[in-house]
């Protein structure tokens, strides 16, 4: 167990990690592309209002310059010049009768006294340049700024036409433009963004996944490698140490029938030595064993009373136990299984009363509780309780629990062991239910 949890968690830990710094990367490269995308809008801005300033060298009004340019025609939507008090003085194309100031409040951007406003709704900008004072051109004999003779008075008569006099009046010019291109790269972006994060949280959680599966196939290999060691030593043992204990058996039973009262305990004593060292052999084999046997519809409830009576002369299910649950496993290795865990709960020390067993359908599982009140598993072997030949008793095989788990784990199970808050330990084990 504790090969297999401590790298779930430090990988669910280095992906969450990895998906956050690539999905802070994704929020610069996007947000970086956006901003490109803002200057090159403020450009055009630029580049279509000395384009129209330049087209009215030959037109009287500013329509007429839009509608004479083809770049124009298509950018510009309206066009209007405003007052000082936000009154209409000339309008063309699709503008606002009256200009609202609320909307420089709620600006985008503001230089050299141009607002830009973006309007998602029209996929345009406003464009507005804001002259603190309305366009005046300098009268005849006036003087210069700066004192002396007055300048030369330009030819303003051949300007005095009905754009000259609608900017010479005016404090806003208003210039609705259509930017597609930067709508549509807004919307990409938005749309890019969570796409972005979603893929790379797929990506993440698939390497992740990856890097899983590689450890569980290393362990299983490594597990595998162990079993094929163990089959070894367990022939080995099978062979060398069945015949001796035979032999040694006989030779007690002799020492018995000769009702010696010297040596009464010594005797006794090498019988439960040899007991012990046959129930190992056993142990060995059932572990090395097909886990999977040949399933079978079995009743779970069942199987819980009948080796709860066997070993404790009473049922340990608790009254509200469901008793219908079907499962589906090797009848013998449930009983064994059930064995070991009742057997386990028994020596840990607790009172035998308090040892019970609740049985209940979760979903399309049947979760099995066997609880006892016992002196409970040091946090620190908790992950290795399971582990071949691990115990923490003097007399303990260490493999009880760990052909519990295979059998168990065979039949599409669980089986998980956890301390119990006042002392004693659960042993949950959940198998599919059979409908």
């Excluded at 710094?21 to 209002?49: H, K, M, P, Q, T």
């Excluded at 009254?319 to 090797?330: I, K, P, S, T, Y």
């Amino acid at each position: 167990m504790k090969k297999v949890h401590l790298p779930r968690r430090g990988s669910l830990a280095a992906a969450l990690l990895a998906w956050i710094l690539l999905s802070a990367l994704a929020v610069f490269i996007i947000w970086g592309y956006r901003d490109r995308a803002r200057l090159i809008r403020d450009n055009e801005n630029e580049r279509i209002l000395n384009t129209l300033f330049s087209q009215l060298r030959d037109y009287d009004d500013f329509g007429s310059a839009i509608e004479a340019n083809e770049i124009l025609r298509e950018r510009i939507t309206g066009f209007a010049v405003y007052s000082g008090d936000f009154s209409l003085i000339y309008r063309w194309g699709k503008v606002p009768g009256e200009f609202d100031s609320k909307i420089l409040e709620e600006k985008e951007h503001r230089r050299f006294n141009r607002y830009t406003i973006p309007d998602r709704r029209d996929r345009s900008v406003k464009f507005v340049i804001h002259n603190e004072r309305p366009f005046h051109p300098p009268q005849s004999g006036e003087r210069s700024r700066h004192g002396g003779e007055p300048p030369e008075a330009p030819p303003w008569g051949r300007f005095r036409s009905l754009w000259f006099n609608a900017l010479a009046g005016g404090n806003y010019v208003y210039i609705d433009i259509n930017h597609s291109v930067y709508w549509n790269t807004i919307t990409f972006t938005g749309i890019l963004y969570p796409a972005c994060t979603a893929l790379l949280f797929l990506l993440v959680g698939a390497i992740r996944i990856l890097y899983l599966r590689n450890i569980e196939y290393r362990q299983r290999i490594e597990a595998q490698q162990n079993l094929v060691v163990l089959g070894t030593a367990a022939s080995t043992l099978a062979h060398e140490i069945k015949n001796p204990l035979h032999s040694i058996r006989l030779q007690t039973g002799i020492l018995k029938k000769m009702n010696l009262a010297a040596g009464a305990e010594e005797i006794a004593l090498i019988d439960e030595e040899v007991n012990r060292l046959a129930a190992l052999t056993y142990r060995v084999n059932d572990y090395l064993r097909d886990p999977l046997g040949s399933p079978e519809s079995i009743n779970i409830a069942g199987i819980v009373e009948e080796t709860s009576q066997r070993i404790c002369g009473r049922s340990i299910l608790d009254e509200g136990a469901d008793r219908e649950l079907m499962v589906r496993m090797d009848g013998g290795r449930a009983r064994s299984v059930f064995e070991n865990i009742i057997r386990n709960a028994l020596e840990a020390g607790g009172a035998e009363e308090a040892l019970c067993a609740r049985i209940k359908r979760e979903g399309g599982s049947a979760v099995v509780r066997v609880e006892d009140r016992g002196r409970g598993i040091p946090r620190e072997d908790l992950f290795r309780i399971t582990d071949p030949f691990y115990t923490s008793k003097s007399t303990g095989t260490g493999i009880g629990l760990t052909i519990s788990k295979r059998f168990i784990e065979a039949a599409g199970g669980t089986m998980v062991l956890e301390n119990r808050a006042g002392g004693g330990v659960s042993v949950r084990i959940t198998l599919p239910c059979e409908f």
